[in-house]
């Protein structure tokens, strides 16, 4: 298993690898403090596998999995609205406009971390072994050879068996208003390294298919930009001035960051007292570089091993409008496997 670097040593790698066109997997922690970085020649399929939008290093064993299983423990709702309540406060009082909330469900699962990397179907997907498993749909940036650098925030979730389900969630003021707040997050962080930044489209569907025979409709736009002409030579300054991803942070980000710092304790409470909690990988990013063109993920589907057993990370986006019952259900909804 490769060391993990810290957040200088990840930068200076990478820019040294993405010079000499050397491909490379990154996976990194939600703040960018921890990474793993690896040429794909040195990388030790063993204990670290990827799917990169169809890129991988693992052989996929021949196999179907029948009657899978996933079994929820989630917090109370009451500890939960603490989290909520103190978030909303903080965003009545001007402090932050959109604060993503996330918390830790322990799970029963019958299959392995490793049958979920194998037979989840997810642009991006990690496995690092008696560690944790990640089946993201949500893209970090892309950039591709020409130097246009692309990100595709995603908020707004909704299950597509409701009746009129696309106009519901395209039309709620709430979701649109933390919709529009995350694409002008995210535009803010590319113009930092791009030179033109434009939204090339805002608010299209994605339909997600779960293992408990669901289907969730899911929002997304896409925000690009124009890097310089010697854009590998800086890739890790790039990525890491990016991070923590806007989707998963809120705005403005230094401050919503202190407020999931104070507001993620509390929904732990019930299962961790006086605990410190981390995000640690979960929200993090993982990507590759092949050569030329650079795509990652953000890790926002996440089934993390502890001492205490599996647990399954999930969270969303609070503002003003939102509604404590239906952000906990949201949170809840989105525990799943995409297997099918």
Not at 2 to 16: H, Q, T, W
Not at 140 to 150: A, C, P, R, W, Y
Request: aromatic residues 10%; glycine residues 6%; charged residues 25%.
């Amino acid at each position: 298993m490769k060391a993990k670097l810290n957040r200088a040593e990840s930068i200076k790698k990478i820019n040294e690898l993405a010079a000499k066109d050397v491909p490379f997997l990154l996976v990194s922690d939600f703040e960018g403090q921890n990474a793993i970085i690896s040429p794909l020649e040195n990388l030790q399929q063993e204990s670290l596998k990827f799917w990169i939008n169809g890129q991988t290093n693992h052989k996929k064993l021949d196999r179907d999995l029948k009657n899978i299983q996933l079994d929820k423990q989630p917090i109370s709702y009451e500890n939960y609205k603490i989290a909520f309540d103190l978030v909303q406060k903080n965003i009545l009082l001007g402090n932050s406009f959109l604060t993503n909330l996330t918390c830790e469900t322990p799970i029963d699962l019958n299959i392995s971390l490793l049958d979920v990397f194998e037979q989840s179907d997810a642009r991006y997907k990690i496995y690092l072994q008696d560690q944790f498993v990640c089946f993201s749909p949500e893209i970090f940036v892309k950039i591709d050879e020409l130097g246009k650098i692309s990100s595709f925030p995603m908020k707004g979730t909704i299950d597509a068996s409701l009746e009129n389900a696309e106009e519901i969630i395209l039309t709620d003021k709430k979701e649109l208003y933390e919709h529009t707040t995350i694409v002008d997050l995210i535009r803010n962080d590319i113009s930092k390294v791009a030179n033109k930044v434009w939204v090339e489209k805002f608010r299209y569907i994605d339909k997600i298919q779960t293992s408990d025979n669901k289907k969730l409709l899911q929002v997304s736009s896409q925000v690009s930009g124009l890097l310089s002409g010697n854009w590998r030579e800086s890739l890790g300054d790039i990525i890491f001035s990016l991070l923590p991803a806007g989707s998963i942070s809120g705005a403005p980000k230094d401050k919503t960051l202190e407020i999931i710092a104070e507001a993620e304790k509390y929904t732990y409470q019930a299962q961790y007292k006086n605990t410190c909690i981390q995000r640690k990988f979960y929200t993090g990013i993982c990507g590759l570089f092949d050569g030329k063109t650079f795509d990652s993920g953000v890790m926002i589907r996440f089934i993390e091993k502890t001492q205490n057993g599996l647990v399954y990370k999930s969270g969303g986006g609070i503002t003003a409008r939102s509604i404590a019952e239906n952000e906990y259900q949201e949170m809840i909804q989105k525990i799943y496997v995409p297997i099918v």
